[in-house]
Structure formats: C-alpha cells, structure tokens
C-alpha cells in the first residue's frame, strides 16, 4: 500500500475459481486489513467461503478497490457497493452478512464521494 493522506480504502475479495475472478465480500480498512481474511478465516459466512476456497489449493484474491479515502468516504461508498451487488440474504453475490450504513455513528457529516471514486470500483471489480 502507498503512504496517502487518507488512510482508510475499499476492497473486495475475489473468488479465484471463476473467470474472471468473481467479488464475494466487500469491506473497508486501512493497512493490512484486506489481507488478514485469509490468514485467520473465522466461522462467518466470508470466512467459510474463503475456507473453502482454500481446500480447493486456491487463494482469495484481494482487491483495493479505491484507497486514500477518509473513513466517511468509504463507510459510504462500501454501503453503496453492497447495495449494489446485493448480499446472499438479497438475491445478490456478497456473502457480507451486515449491511453498512454508509455513516460513522458518531458523526454525521454529509460525505463527498471522490469523483470516479464509484467508477474505480467498478472496473476494478470487472478486472
């Protein structure tokens, strides 16, 4: 990851047995975050797909999707990704379990989205 002034960024992790690889989980973090799913999967319903990925000899492949972002921008643009591709519960192809509000609970500030922020995510989810 490169040093930015906005720590925070969105990722995806992507199921490796399809072609192209296929997102499964949406999330937000800072650091090392995107990577700690596969070293200690837990019994969520991510972690067992990432488990199962795993007993095929395959490896989840993490995704930044958009990075240098505060953590408002991307609380809020991680709620519309999911919303987007939609949760298992919804019909749709993540297996998030939580749906994110797009706002931190202890403040409420209005969010301004970084212009091709949501387009970067796209195209970073169709590669």
Do not use: C, W
């Not at 296929?22 to 200690?40: A, M, N, Q, S, W």
């Not at 999967?41 to 795993?54: A, H, M, V, Y």
């Not at 395959?58 to 505060?70: C, Q, R, S």
């Amino acid at each position: 990851m490169r040093q930015s002034k906005n720590p925070y960024y969105v990722y995806a992790l992507k199921d490796p047995r399809v072609s192209p690889a296929r997102p499964f989980y949406i999330g937000k973090g800072t650091g090392t975050r995107l990577l700690e799913h596969g070293v200690r999967p837990d019994n969520s319903r991510k972690g067992r797909k990432i488990q199962e990925i795993q007993e095929e000899d395959y490896e989840v492949v993490p995704t930044v999707l958009v990075d240098d972002l505060t953590e408002q921008e991307a609380l809020k643009l991680e709620a519309e990704l999911i919303a987007a591709f939609g949760t298992v519960d919804t019909g749709g192809i993540l297996e998030n379990e939580i749906l994110p509000t797009g706002k931190i609970s202890r403040a409420r500030e209005g969010v301004v989205v970084p212009a091709g922020a949501i387009e970067k995510a796209q195209l970073g989810l169709e590669m």
